[in-house]
């Protein structure tokens, strides 16, 4: 504890002040705790790159996997049972190279030579992970022409097969989770990316564009790159990519895409999604399909596809209408040209970054786009107060105005980021759509013996959406509960893991102190949130001697003097009788009466104050005080309450006194 008086501190913070006092007495006593300004920080976090061994399982991928989430880090993106790149912190590194079916781990460029070894797919994987750790100089690319990339007309659209407002998630297995056509409701948690290219085969159209191996990686590169983008832009949103390969091998289609309007879409993303077996009717639902499968395969909250169109030949990467960049408002696609416009490949990252926004729900703000001000989108129903077009609320770079300068300054305005449910409304850390409410319930109460055992069950209460709909991507990972102020304990899940948004459970511990106790109960959720409200159950337990008639005290272990003074307990008779009496006293000593917070001894529940005489003169050191009850026909408790404490001298502060005189400023 320290103890420095606050006069002294503001005046020995000010020099000049400071030696203008005339002091004439200076005596100060002051006791000092250190304290460890650096307990409370976090781990320092390292990129890495794990590289699976060639003859590894997915079950190892797996275990890799949560070997890195439950040492403090997370994975960022995943290439499904051959790497994956995560943060971790740096101690724990040597532990994850030792975990089975690790081939190497990485941390810094990696010669690609040296991994041939593991097959062309890890080389492939080994080349995106250098273009994240190691990002092309762009001044040494090929110059862009790049200025009116986005200013042209709208290029976001509405899928024409949602469901009227209110239906949207009738889809969902559970009504707090997203369905079926909610697969980018907020950008946060996990997601999972269908990269797919298409080829034509020549069979409609003449085929004249043909990928190549170099235009593929490129690909390839520059989109895990744009998403990376937003993994860094917003930690507390932990963002974690899985990816699903089309592009090593493009899709075929008849049509040779760069030469039609973007309206004849239909015929190359359903060419594209009926040769990987989504046959249905609609290519909305081809998508929708693919879509959610990938969220069932790798067990994401979220999924969406990247379409990218080869354009190598075409004269101004553009399809025949004029559009070459656009995407569907909260999914399920979106669509790029590989030379967009003139932004060319090296400036596909910018693109794919901006078009992301627009699949979690964010608006254009380009003036050519023509979106209100007023206009709302997202999750949280947020307005467009950056938009170029008309006077709004503010005018700050943006990723959703386009062009490559707030890419590369890693800019996105506060409206544009409420729409894609970056927010911290109460400013706990947690953002809006993941601070949800856990609403927890004790249903079974047994007490046998010494063992109590409560259970009920917990859920959690999603962030409520203006718009409707409103639906949860956390998950329950535990309930605890103590006793009175005792420390938490875990219960256990009735099906064996908390991992849903709504778990039954069961507590079971052994406690046998006599008196009146009260146990809480609280869940946990994947997001960090705590039942705010817990749940509460009163334990009663008898004394074998003094039966009902029970005295607490509230003492901690180490008291000054002068709290000796003051010291406050209860008294309460757990059958009903009355409390007449508190008596208490110190190291065996005699037995002197406490008084009555209301004044009289006179209920079954009675709250007291003790006074120990003298207790200014007593000698620091160690000391037992006790408390007893009587009740109203003279019995007189056995098992007195009794507390050992360490007393420490009482601390003295001197002031410094000074003349009357004029301090100088």
């Not at 890693?410 to 609403?439: C, E, F, H, M, V």
Request: hydrophobic share 35%; glycine share 6%; net charge negative.
């Amino acid at each position: 504890m320290v103890t420095t008086n606050p006069i002294f501190k503001t005046h020995f913070g000010h020099t000049t002040r400071f030696f203008g006092l005339l002091l004439t007495t200076w005596v100060v006593f002051i006791l000092i705790s250190p304290i460890d300004v650096f307990a409370a920080q976090p781990e320092p976090v390292l990129p890495i790159f794990v590289v699976m061994a060639p003859d590894s399982s997915a079950e190892k991928f797996n275990q890799v996997q949560t070997f890195i989430e439950t040492q403090a880090g997370y994975a960022t993106h995943i290439f499904p049972s051959q790497a994956v790149i995560a943060k971790v912190p740096a101690d724990v590194i040597p532990s994850i190279k030792a975990l089975p079916g690790v081939a190497q781990v990485f941390t810094e460029v990696i010669n690609l030579d040296t991994v041939d070894i593991y097959g062309d797919k890890v080389r492939q994987l080994a080349e995106v992970w250098n273009s994240i750790i190691a990002p092309s100089d762009l001044t040494s690319v090929a110059s862009q022409s790049v200025g009116d990339h986005f200013s042209e007309e709208a290029h976001t659209f509405t899928a024409p097969d949602l469901p009227p407002a209110g239906e949207v998630n009738l889809a969902g297995a559970n009504s707090v989770t997203p369905g079926y056509y909610q697969t980018s409701e907020y950008m946060a948690g996990t997601v999972a990316v269908g990269i797919v290219l298409v080829e034509s085969n020549g069979v409609t159209d003449p085929s004249s564009e043909n990928w190549t191996t170099d235009e593929k990686q490129l690909v390839f590169n520059e989109i895990v790159s744009a998403l990376n983008w937003w993994v860094e832009l917003e930690p507390r949103a932990h963002l974690s990519f899985v990816y699903d390969d089309h592009f090593t091998n493009p899709l075929p289609t008849k049509v040779e895409p760069i030469t039609r309007p973007y309206s004849d879409q239909q015929y190359w993303i359903k060419d594209a999604m009926t040769a990987i077996g989504y046959t249905s009717s609609s290519y909305f639902t081809q998508v929708r399909d693919y879509n959610n499968a990938l969220r069932n395969t790798y067990n994401t909250n979220w999924a969406f596809t990247i379409f990218v169109v080869d354009s190598s030949t075409d004269s101004d990467n553009r399809f025949s209408d004029g559009y070459f960049a656009y995407a569907y408002l909260g999914g399920p696609f979106m669509v790029m040209t590989y030379g967009n416009n003139g932004y060319g490949p090296y400036y596909m990252d910018a693109v794919a970054a901006h078009e992301m926004g627009h699949i979690f729900q964010a608006l254009d703000q380009y003036s050519g786009a023509l979106q209100a001000c007023d206009r709302k989108s997202g999750y949280l129903d947020v307005e467009n107060q950056n938009s170029q077009y008309g006077n709004c609320a503010v005018n700050v770079g943006s990723i959703m105005r386009g062009q490559t300068s707030p890419y590369s300054a890693k800019l996105i305005d506060p409206y544009a980021a409420g729409q894609i449910g970056w927010r911290d409304s109460d400013n706990d850390n947690i953002l809006d759509p993941l601070d949800t409410d856990l609403p927890i319930m004790i249903d079974n109460y047994s007490h046998i013996g010494s063992t109590i055992i409560v259970s009920g069950s917990a859920s959690i209460t999603p962030y409520p959406s203006p718009k409707g709909d409103s639906i949860t991507i956390n998950h329950l990972t535990g309930v605890k509960f103590r006793i009175n102020d005792g420390e938490w304990q875990w219960a256990t899940a009735d099906d064996g893991q908390f991992n849903s948004p709504s778990e039954d459970y069961q507590a079971t511990t052994s406690f046998n102190t006599p008196g009146q106790h009260t146990m809480y109960v609280a869940a946990t959720d994947s997001a960090g949130n705590v039942s705010a409200v817990y749940a509460t159950q009163s334990i009663t337990i008898l004394d074998p001697v003094d039966g009902g008639l029970n005295t607490e005290l509230d003492l901690p272990a180490e008291v000054t003097r002068n709290y000796l003074a003051n010291i406050r307990g209860r008294a309460y008779d757990m059958l009903g009788g009355t409390v007449k009496q508190v008596q208490y006293r110190v190291n065996d000593g005699s037995w002197k009466p406490a008084q009555p917070i209301d004044g009289a001894f006179d209920s079954s529940y009675e709250e007291f104050q003790i006074a120990i005489v003298n207790s200014s003169q007593l000698e620091p050191g160690a000391y037992t005080i006790e408390a007893r009850a009587i009740d109203g026909v003279g019995y007189t408790e056995v098992n007195a309450a009794s507390h050992q404490v360490q007393v420490k001298a009482a601390e003295l502060t001197f002031f410094p006194l000074v003349n009357s005189g004029r301090i100088p400023d």
